[in-house]
């Protein structure tokens, strides 16, 4: 966008909500929302505190693990389904209710078969990411150009090196689209799952600082969380367009 | 050469017949698609497979390649019946059937990397069959920057790189603007001369057929079947430039047309 002839930088338009976020703290119209400026200080402290880089080290664990297991399940699964008629079948309504289930509902259940620390915190972060990944990858292999399978097929490639060297890389633009949503998806699985099941990690200091109305640190750790997440979504996003100058073409 | 004779040559240990099909059919569920086919192609030769849409010639080609299995009958290449694609037959596809995240160098070793060839090694003979189709430069372009043209020869170049003794091709150049396909059709006939292959040309083009064949099999449709086999001998010896006027070429495309004019709707 381009104001007055000058080119603003990307997201420039945040400028105008953190200077409103200020003046509706400075107003004090509410305790829920301290100025930006007192938001940002807080952030730095926090920052620094064993507290926070604690809650930092759970919630990287759980969510790095949790998003390791629902691609290194998800996407073979999924590449396997869009090859598989049978195996399609059979798998693809147990995927589209778990897509749509609100799947924090389920988080009690996981909580009496797998206890109540890292291990269901893990598997909850999965399981809000997996089903979009299954899905997207699926899809991928769905479109691809059957003549590039016959031509596999016709050089004498095994299934394996179909798979590998063939369906994966057809598939690859969706899969990505399927794990930088599905990543999206599990920031909030591994929230959900500290708050319900363990209080830990950044769960742990949502809770506390909410109880004890410490706004400015909620804030605080909130803008973290986002930021990291934006971070992680936008890398992926920048290595779906490295591949999407095949994505129309296969 | 007439059938008979080749029918005899079959039961020798050493075919004459790179390909053989014996009473091939191929149905799809109700739909017959092929019925009861059998054709001879001789070694060498480049053998055109021609006919109207719908009449199975596609079908036929796939079967040779080991892509689709028969519902009857059998496919021989080289004496040996066919049961799945094999290092003997390399097929040049349609619409170029290339690895669009992979370079051209790496598109054309795709088949010897399937055969286990080590990574140098592919890449020289790669390399080499690139500068035979004229791609020399190209090899680290990707296939999106490549003209239609210039993808199909590098879906020919992969093809050859495999030297195997028959390449089965499906329309390869009806996808590529009309002079890069007169281009294409001059340069074939160079190949067949030079490479010790079996070609078997799937087209719809009876000027192409009558151009690059040393023999025509004109398939028919409802039920699908060999309606007749031409051989065009006169006009082959007198160069790429005189073929198009030549009365025999005008007389075989005007032949051709006549009987199949009354299948195409």
């Keep these: 966008m381009t104001l007055f002839g000058y080119r603003l930088p990307g997201m420039s338009s945040l400028i105008i909500w953190g200077l409103l976020w200020e003046i509706v703290g400075q107003a004090g119209l509410t305790f829920f929302i301290p100025p930006l400026s007192e938001v940002v200080g807080t952030l730095i402290e926090v920052i620094q505190t064993a507290a926070f880089q604690k809650a930092l080290y759970e919630t990287a664990y759980a969510f790095i693990a949790g998003v390791f297991f629902a691609i290194v399940i998800g996407i073979p699964t999924g590449i396997l389904m869009g090859k598989n008629r049978l195996l399609d079948e059979l798998l693809l309504p147990w995927v589209n209710v778990f897509l749509s289930a609100p799947l924090t509902a389920l988080v009690p259940v996981l909580m009496v078969l797998f206890g109540f620390g890292m291990k269901a915190i893990i598997i909850t972060t999965t399981l809000f990411a997996i089903w979009i990944i299954i899905l997207n990858s699926r899809a991928g292999v769905k479109q691809i150009n059957r003549s590039l399978v016959e031509m596999a097929h016709s050089f004498g490639a095994s299934p394996v090196d179909a798979f590998f060297k063939i369906y994966f890389w057809a598939a690859l633009p969706e899969i990505l689209g399927g794990v930088r949503i599905g990543i999206i998806r599990a920031v909030k699985g591994v929230i959900i799952g500290q708050l319900l099941i363990s209080i830990v990690g950044f769960g742990a200091l949502f809770e506390l600082y909410s109880a004890n109305f410490l706004m400015g640190h909620f804030w605080a750790v909130l803008i973290v969380l986002f930021a990291l997440a934006f971070t992680i979504s936008e890398f992926l996003a920048y290595l779906e367009r490295r591949v999407s100058y095949y994505a129309a073409k296969r | ?265």
């Excluded at chain 2, 001789?42 to 519902?71: F, H, M, N, V, Y």
Aim: glycine letters at 8%; one cysteine or more.
């Design chain 2, 1 to 265: 050469m007439d059938m008979s004779q080749t029918k005899t040559v079959v039961v020798d240990t050493v075919p004459e017949s790179a390909v053989s099909t014996r009473n091939i059919s191929k149905n799809y569920g109700e739909v017959e698609a092929l019925r009861d086919l059998s054709l001879e192609f001789p070694r060498g030769q480049l053998i055109s497979l021609l006919g109207p849409s719908g009449c199975g010639k596609t079908t036929l080609l796939k079967i040779i390649a080991g892509l689709l299995e028969p519902t009857s009958g059998e496919v021989e290449v080289n004496g040996k019946t066919v049961t799945g694609p094999g290092p003997d037959r390399a097929f040049v596809f349609q619409d170029f059937a290339l690895l669009p995240w992979a370079s051209v160098i790496r598109n054309v070793s795709f088949g010897l990397e399937m055969r286990g060839v080590a990574k140098s090694e592919r890449e020289d003979i790669a390399a080499r069959y690139i500068k035979e189709v004229g791609l020399g430069g190209f090899e680290n372009a990707y296939p999106h920057e490549l003209s239609g043209g210039m993808r199909q020869r590098v879906g020919l170049a992969r093809a050859l790189s495999v030297d195997a003794e028959v390449l089965l091709m499906d329309e390869p150049f009806s996808a590529v603007d009309e002079q890069t396909r007169r281009k294409f059709q001059e340069d074939l006939l160079g190949l067949v001369q030079n490479e010790n292959k079996t070609f078997i040309f799937v087209t719809h083009s009876i000027e192409e057929a009558v151009y690059v064949s040393d023999q025509i099999a004109i398939l028919l449709p409802r039920p699908s079947r060999v309606h007749e086999i031409i051989r065009p001998s006169g006009f082959r010896e007198k160069g790429a430039d005189n073929i198009r006027r030549d009365p025999e070429y005008l007389d075989i495309v005007d032949q051709i047309w006549a009987s199949l004019r009354t299948y195409v709707e």
